[in-house]
């Protein structure tokens, strides 16, 4: 028997014993196999599937269909790109510093004990139940040019006409980040008032008995045990910001373009190419996040189990 059929003969073994392997598999796991599956195949063809070719069209030429780079040189000479780079970041930065604080004095206020506590954390659940499309629009009523933010600024004297806060520039930008923490400060606050309530009681005891003020107690004992949760909320808020569409669009339009809009203006132009590789950007700047997360989080859970 020459050595390259005993190769052969040992590989098909090799196969066999996996594909029996497999076989007694799906046997024993039959129902969970076969409830999971649709799952598998909607991620398939409506995830992974349109994600790969978003990738694929950001590499060719809308002309020619040739693989090229040239998508990406034109995106970052692009003015509109770099200003919905910059307003992506700007928004993501800026909107997760101040849901953050405003997450964190909520849910500090809501981990104490006083009456209607119940109804105040039911009323804190009511902007993740409505739309984003319909925040949008409510959230025009209210700082479009003749809605209630510039009335309410006149009646106080402080302005004598209607300053238009959604013409573009950092004012645009902040009300689409208020937009955006009115809409999910609720999640934010549940994480953190989660990881409140998973602080022993035992250890503020032993703090008020050493005689620590309310800052130290907060400095020292809540806020490094509150980092996992705080950690948490950064990083999942972070993807979240990234991916933001709805609300710069509806309020603002091509006045204040993030990287999402910017892609879908591309694509609605006829431009698959620049669109794709606007999506495709955006996607890097998420999975880099979602790695931060793994590396941050899920590292850590890992060590604790063991």
Do not use: C
């Not at 409506?46 to 990738?55: E, Q, R, S, Y």
């Not at 409505?130 to 006149?154: D, M, R």
């Amino acid at each position: 028997m020459s050595s390259e059929t005993a190769v052969n003969r040992q590989t098909n073994t090799k196969s066999s014993a996996k594909w029996k392997k497999l076989k007694s598999f799906f046997k024993m796991y039959k129902l969970e196999t076969f409830m999971i599956l649709p799952l598998i195949v909607y991620m398939f063809y409506f995830t992974l599937t349109p994600i790969i070719n978003t990738v694929t069209m950001s590499f060719k030429d809308d002309d020619t269909g040739a693989w090229t780079l040239g998508n990406y040189q034109e995106i970052f000479t692009n003015i509109n790109f770099t200003s919905a780079l910059f307003n992506t970041l700007f928004i993501t930065i800026v909107g997760i510093v101040l849901q953050i604080g405003f997450a964190l004095i909520i849910a500090l206020l809501l981990n104490q004990e006083f009456k209607g506590k119940g109804f105040f954390r039911t009323l804190m659940l009511v902007p993740m139940g409505v739309p984003t499309l319909v925040s949008g629009v409510t959230l025009l009523f209210i700082f479009g040019q003749t809605g209630y933010f510039n009335e309410l600024l006149f009646r106080l004297g402080v302005v004598d006409t209607q300053p238009f806060w959604l013409g573009g520039g950092i004012d645009t930008l902040f009300v689409i980040i208020f937009a955006d923490m009115w809409k999910v400060l609720p999640l934010t606050v549940l994480l953190l008032l989660a990881g409140l309530q998973s602080i022993s009681k035992d250890v503020y005891e032993a703090s008020s008995i050493d005689g620590a003020s309310s800052w130290q107690t907060f400095w020292s004992i809540t806020l490094p045990l509150l980092k996992p949760s705080i950690t948490m909320a950064v990083i999942l808020r972070a993807i979240d910001s990234f991916r933001i569409f709805e609300l710069p669009l509806v309020m603002a339009g091509k006045s204040a373009p993030v990287l999402s809009t910017f892609s879908y203006e591309a694509f609605r132009h006829s431009n698959y190419g620049i669109s794709g590789a606007a999506a495709t950007i955006l996607l890097g700047i998420i999975v880099l996040f979602i790695i931060a997360y793994l590396f941050i989080v899920e590292r850590k859970n890992l060590k604790e189990v063991k």
